[in-house]
C-alpha cells in the first residue's frame, strides 16, 4: 500500500458509492437509532410494526402511481429467493429471458434447472449491450431486469408485442426501482429488493402484482403442483394484505425503507428520483467521455444506465484506482467481481448527491496523475 492521500476539499462528502448495499441517508439512520426505535425488538403481529409494513405498501403504491388492481406484495429473501418464488409459483410452463448480465442470466439458469418446467427461450446479449426476449407461442412469462446491474446497462420495461394473451412481463427491476422512471402498466410483476435504490439494508423482497399476476398465482397454487410455503405467492399475497409477512422481517429494514419512501415522495417521488440519477450519471459519463484513459464500457448512449456506471479504463490499473480511493474513504466503485473488465462501477441511486460524483471524479483525475505509468 502506497500513501497517496487525497486532500481533503477534493473528497466526496458522502464516500459510499456501492451498486448495493448502498449508501443509506443519516436521517434513515436515526429513525432506526431515535425517532423509530421503540419499533425494535416488537412482535411483527402487532399493530404498530403491521402499520409499518402498510406504510411501506402505502409508499410504494404512491411512489410508481399503482395502476388500479395492482398489489404490493411482499416477503423475505431479496430478489434472489423471488426468482425461485417466480419459478414455484408463477411460470406455468414456460418462461422465456433477455440475458445480458449476472442478474438476468442467473434468473434464466434458474429456471432451466427446474424440473417442472420446459427448457426456457432465452436470448443473449454480450455485457455492456441488454436485449429483451422476444415472442414466442406457448410462453406464458418473459422475464428481463430493468437496470443490469452487474453491467451498468439499462433495458426498456415494454410489454413483449406479440406474446400470448395472458403471459406475464416479470421484470427485475432491482436496482432500477426508485431511481428510473417506469410505467408499472407495462409489466405484471415488478419486483426489488431495498438495498439498492431504496437506501435500507438487503433481506426483504418486494413485487408490485398485476390483476393478471394475481389470478396467476391464483391458478398455481390450486395446481396439484409442490410449492414450498416460504416459496407461495399465493401465501405472500395474503399475508401481505394484512399488513404481515409469513416469518418475520427485519424490522431495521422496513424502518429505513419506509424512512427513504417518505423522503422520495415528499421531494417530487419518481421524477426527482429520476432527474438526480440523470444528472450524476450524465456528470460521470461526461467525464469518462472527457478522459483520455476512460470509457464508458455501454456503448449505446441509450443503454447508458443512470443508476449503476461502469468505466472501462486503458493503460492504468482500475482495480489499483478502486484501492487508493478505498484507503482515502470512497468506498464500493470496484466493478462486479465476475465481469472481468479493467474498469470501475459507480452507483448513483437517488441517495448520492450529484456533486458527490463530480468528487469522485476529479479524485480519480488526481489519482491517476499519480499512479498512470
Ligand atoms: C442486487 C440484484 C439482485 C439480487 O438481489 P438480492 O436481494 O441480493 O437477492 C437481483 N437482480 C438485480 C438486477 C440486482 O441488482
Known amino acids: 500500500m502506497t500513501e497517496l492521500k487525497i486532500p481533503a476539499d477534493l473528497l466526496p462528502a458522502d464516500g ?3 451498486s448495493g448495499p448502498a449508501k443509506i441517508r443519516p436521517e434513515s439512520i436515526k429513525a432506526l437509532a431515535v425517532d423509530r426505535a421503540d419499533l425494535l425488538g416488537t412482535s411483527h403481529r402487532q399493530a404498530p410494526i403491521r402499520r409499518l409494513v402498510a406504510e411501506v405498501k402505502e409508499g410504494l403504491a404512491t411512489l410508481f402511481a399503482l395502476p388500479d388492481g395492482y398489489q404490493v406484495v411482499l416477503g423475505n429473501g431479496g430478489s434472489t429467493l423471488f426468482w425461485d418464488l417466480a419459478i414455484a409459483s408463477l411460470i406455468r410452463r414456460r418462461s422465456a429471458h433477455g440475458s445480458f448480465g449476472e442478474f438476468s442470466a442467473k434468473f434464466a439458469a434458474a429456471a432451466a ?3 417442472h418446467l420446459e ?3 432465452v436470448l ?3 455485457p455492456g449491450s441488454i436485449v429483451v426476449p422476444a415472442a414466442v407461442p406457448g410462453v406464458d412469462s418473459y422475464a428481463w431486469a430493468h437496470n443490469e446491474t452487474s453491467t ?3 433495458a426498456p420495461v415494454a410489454r413483449v408485442q406479440g406474446a400470448d394473451e395472458d403471459a406475464l412481463m416479470i421484470i427485475d427491476g432491482t436496482s432500477a426501482a426508485g431511481g428510473v422512471q417506469v410505467d408499472v402498466a407495462e409489466s405484471d410483476v415488478y419486483y426489488f429488493a431495498p438495498q439498492k435504490t431504496f437506501g435500507s439494508d438487503g433481506g426483504l423482497w418486494l413485487a408490485l402484482l398485476s390483476p393478471a399476476a394475481l389470478d396467476r398465482a391464483a391458478e398455481i397454487a390450486a395446481t396439484d403442483r409442490w410449492i414450498p410455503e416460504s416459496l407461495s405467492l399465493a401465501t405472500a399475497i395474503d399475508n401481505s394484505a394484512k399488513d404481515q409477512t409469513l416469518n418475520t422481517p427485519a424490522i431495521a429494514t422496513l424502518i429505513m425503507l419506509a424512512d427513504q419512501l417518505r423522503w422520495l415522495n415528499d421531494h417530487g417521488g419518481l421524477p426527482f428520483a429520476a432527474a ?5 450519471s450524465t456528470r460521470l459519463y461526461d467525464w469518462a467521455e472527457a478522459s483520455p484513459v476512460a470509457t464508458p464500457f455501454v456503448a449505446d448512449h441509450a443503454q447508458r444506465s443512470p443508476v449503476v456506471g461502469t468505466i472501462d479504463f486503458t493503460g492504468v490499473d482500475a482495480a489499483r484506482i478502486a484501492a487508493v480511493l478505498r484507503e482515502n474513504g470512497v468506498v464500493d466503485t470496484e466493478p462486479y467481481r465476475k465481469l472481468g473488465r479493467n474498469q470501475l462501477r459507480v452507483g448513483m441511486y437517488p441517495n448520492v448527491d450529484p456533486d458527490d460524483v463530480s468528487r469522485l471524479c476529479r479524485c480519480i483525475d488526481w ?4 499512479v498512470a505509468d
Open 367 to 370: 489519482i491517476l496523475e499519480r
Open 276 to 280: 438526480r440519477t440523470a444528472e450524476s
Open 16 to 18: 459510499r458509492f456501492g
Open 113 to 115: 434447472a427446474a424440473p
Open 124 to 126: 443473449f446479449a454480450e
Open 119 to 121: 427448457d426456457p427461450a
Open 152 to 154: 451498468g446497462a439499462i
